[in-house]
């Protein structure tokens, strides 16, 4: 039978290249929107909120009432959010930690009792490069991230006795659209950090365009789906960007952080 994927954040971007990809190569696959009727899509397509619970309730169960399981669910939707910690609006910060970490962990909440009861599933969240260290004007980005990494970690040795198999897939720079969903938090006139965060947009902005084809990431996706005995982490993008993971492993604080700051021109 066709393994049945719950994709969610499949309208656009990364999501949008992994949904096709997956359904091009005969997986079964349900993607989520918040406004599915506007799309024209080839997989199918159902309404979703991951900021609401009961809207990810009855995805979920729309699903499983069509299909009767749901075999892969992909924690794909996420949000941008850009600015000087000191400049943000903490409103937004609390935005940003409802869509990439609250909202995953209650998509994970609502389809896992299923999984339990089948005995077997596989949940793979999307996370980042970025969540493996703190970047400057995009900290709370890699916080919200970096915290999805952790609740993996912990959320996979609680599910494993039921069959239940939980990795992190986290995507370097690729080429979509993310940066015009970002929040942006203005350069305000008066900021201490004008100069240096207009630069630094500018940058942001340019890594995105420049970025990888998000087709390598829905092929590392299908292999991870493929692959029995998965690990929990995957470091999806160019060489760099997973060697600069590396660095900060064995590179002592001050040397780190001054690379990253001569990255930033900071």
Do not use: C, W
């Not at 500018?202 to 970025?211: C, P, T």
């Amino acid at each position: 039978m066709s393994k049945v994927i719950f994709i969610t954040g499949a309208s656009s971007g990364i999501g949008k290249s992994i949904a096709t990809y997956l359904h091009n190569n005969k997986y079964t696959v349900y993607g989520t929107s918040r406004n599915p009727d506007k799309l024209k899509l080839p997989f199918a397509m159902v309404a979703l909120d991951v900021t609401d619970e009961v809207s990810i309730k009855e995805a979920i169960e729309k699903v499983i009432t069509k299909e009767g399981r749901i075999d892969v669910l992909i924690n794909n939707a996420g949000k941008g959010i850009t600015g000087p910690i000191e400049d943000t609006p903490t409103d937004e910060m609390r935005a940003n930690f409802e869509t990439n970490f609250f909202g995953a962990i209650d998509v994970m909440k609502a389809v896992l009792p299923s999984m339990r009861a089948q005995k077997r599933g596989l949940i793979i969240n999307t996370t980042s490069i970025a969540g493996y260290m703190g970047l400057p004007f995009r900290g709370i980005y890699s916080a919200s991230k970096g915290a999805l990494e952790l609740v993996t970690e912990a959320l996979s040795m609680e599910v494993k006795q039921f069959g239940v198999r939980i990795v992190n897939a986290a995507p370097g720079d690729f080429a979509t659209n993310i940066a015009a969903g970002r929040y942006h938090t203005p350069v305000f006139e008066e900021s201490a950090y004008k100069e240096k965060y207009a630069e630094n947009l500018a940058l942001m902005d340019s890594h995105v365009s420049s970025g990888e084809d998000p087709l390598i990431m829905a092929k590392a996706i299908h292999q991870i789906i493929k692959n029995k005995n998965p690990r929990i982490h995957y470091k999806i993008g160019g060489f760099m960007e997973k060697f600069s993971i590396v660095l900060k492993r064995i590179l002592p604080d001050k040397v780190y952080e001054k690379l990253l700051m001569n990255h930033y021109k900071l």
